[in-house]
Every structure is written in structure tokens, then in C-alpha cells.
Nanobody, 121 residues
């Protein structure tokens, strides 16, 4: 079993930056894929960014490409999401996910409780 705990959310002005962190416990997740989803009010949950276990392969939603960067510290069981040039459309609850590799990606078996990101104009 893996427990994921996110941190780093908050209120930021448009154009600003935040870094989200997600720390895993319960087992080492160095062989797991990990990533981030988000859910805005009244909208469906959507994929934001993800990383294979070794960080060598990353994918991003088109809406965040060039602004967000996912990285991971396997020794620290932590995955990060650096978010730059934030705009109000990025306002959402952000969820960390992790899971075992499946094919060239991973299966999101585990989810954190979410952290709120609010971008003001």
C-alpha cells in the first residue's frame, strides 16, 4: 500500500509560480510511475503531467506545456510539480497519483487527498 501526501498549494497571483510536492510512504516507489491530475469546480478531473519511474519519460497536458515541469526524487520518495506563469484557468484541486508500470506508462492505483491551487487575477 502506498500513501501519498501533497503539499505546496495556495493562493497566487496570475503570472506567479508554485511548486507542489507529493511524498509517498508505505513502500518505496522508485519503480512506480507518478503524476498529477487536477479538478476545477464544475469540471471533470483532468491529466496534468506524469513521469515514468526513472523520470526519463514525461508527458504533459497541452494546456500546461512549457509552463509546468514534473520532476522526482526517488531517494526521497517525492514527486514535484513546478508551475510557472500561472493563470486563473489553473485554479483547481491538484491530485498526486502513483502506481506500477504498465506498458510504457503507469497505472494510477494510488491518489493523494489533493491540494488547492487558486490563481487570482
Amino acid at each position: 500500500q502506498v500513501q501519498l501526501v501533497e503539499s505546496g498549494g495556495g493562493l497566487v497571483q496570475a503570472g506567479g509560480s508554485l511548486r507542489l510536492s507529493c511524498t509517498a510512504s508505505g513502500r518505496t516507489f522508485e519503480t512506480y510511475g507518478a503524476g498529477w491530475f487536477r479538478q476545477a469546480p464544475g469540471k471533470e478531473r483532468e491529466f496534468v503531467a506524469g513521469s515514468r519511474w526513472n523520470g526519463g519519460s514525461t508527458h504533459y497536458a497541452d494546456s500546461v506545456k512549457g509552463r509546468f515541469t514534473i520532476s522526482r526524487d526517488n531517494a526521497g520518495n517525492t514527486v514535484y510539480l513546478q508551475m510557472n506563469s500561472l493563470n486563473p484557468d489553473d485554479t483547481a484541486v491538484y491530485y498526486c497519483t502513483a502506481g506500477p508500470p504498465v506498458g510504457s506508462w503507469y497505472r494510477a492505483d494510488y491518489w493523494g487527498q489533493g491540494t488547492q491551487v487558486t490563481v487570482s487575477t
